[in-house]
């Protein structure tokens, strides 16, 4: 979308401002990372996933202050304690603004959580989002979805569960639903899901080729997406 890009481009406009290439690093087979450097150690790092999304931790020593943002130009501060943060990397670019001389990890390393959803979200119906938690307590771990949809949270050991519900009237095609790592001002990573929403049917009209001397034609395809009976 417009808006988007010209968000997308301020940003990186502003955060590169006269910071100077440093270096550059792959992890794996398709993650990448650039780094950015100024004359005052304000650094600027650039990381991506060719395909996919890959719940991670990014080591990143000394460093005691971050702030991250994305690509729809949502700006918040993470705590890494001087050690790294969790993220999801993926096809959208991450910036990654903070300061220090630090370079570049040699590699990623296991997230803090991780999490699991459906691919879609069907509007009026609860969907289940998964988060096992690793290197952090369950009770610090948070769901934030779009204004109005309903989150119930369950914890049974290392695995937290949110009943989330999208209401049955909303704009949304597509939800920027994120989970949360450490208390309010002292958040130690984010993880990014953006799933399709839909209605309870879907309908779908497709052509249909002339065949066996009938001439051609179209056909209605009604999907059921939820778990009714329609």
């Known amino acids: 979308a417009p808006r988007v890009t010209a968000v997308t481009y301020f940003d ?35 990381i991506w996933k060719d395909k996919g999304r890959l719940d991670t931790f990014l080591p990143l020593p000394g460093v005691s202050a971050l702030q991250v943002i994305r690509l729809g130009g949502a700006h918040r501060d993470l705590k890494p304690d001087g050690k790294g943060v969790t993220l999801t990397v993926d096809e959208d670019p991450l910036l990654l603004l903070y ?65 989330l519900t999208c209401p049955e009237i909303t704009e949304v095609r597509q939800a920027d639903i ?32 002339p065949a066996d001397g009938k001439p051609s034609g179209v056909k209605l395809v009604v999907r059921n997406n939820g778990t009714k009976p329609q």
């Open 12 to 46: 990186l406009i502003n955060s590169i401002s006269i910071k100077k290439f440093v270096e550059q690093k792959q992890y794996g087979d398709d993650v990448h990372a650039f780094l950015f450097r100024d004359k005052d150690n304000h650094q600027l790092q650039i």
């Open 99 to 163: 300061d220090g001389p630090t370079a570049l990890a040699d590699k990623l390393a296991a997230p803090l959580a991780t999490v699991t959803m459906p691919a879609g979200i069907v509007r009026a119906a609860v969907t289940t989002v998964t988060v096992q938690a690793a290197g952090v307590a369950p009770s610090e771990i948070n769901l934030m979805a779009p204004p109005f949809w309903q989150i119930n949270k369950t914890i049974s050991n290392k695995e937290v569960v949110f009943a």
């Open 178 to 209: 994120t989970v949360t790592i450490g208390s309010d001002g002292a958040r130690r990573g984010e993880l990014y899901l953006r799933p399709q929403v839909t209605g309870q049917l879907t309908a779908q009209i497709l052509p249909v080729p």
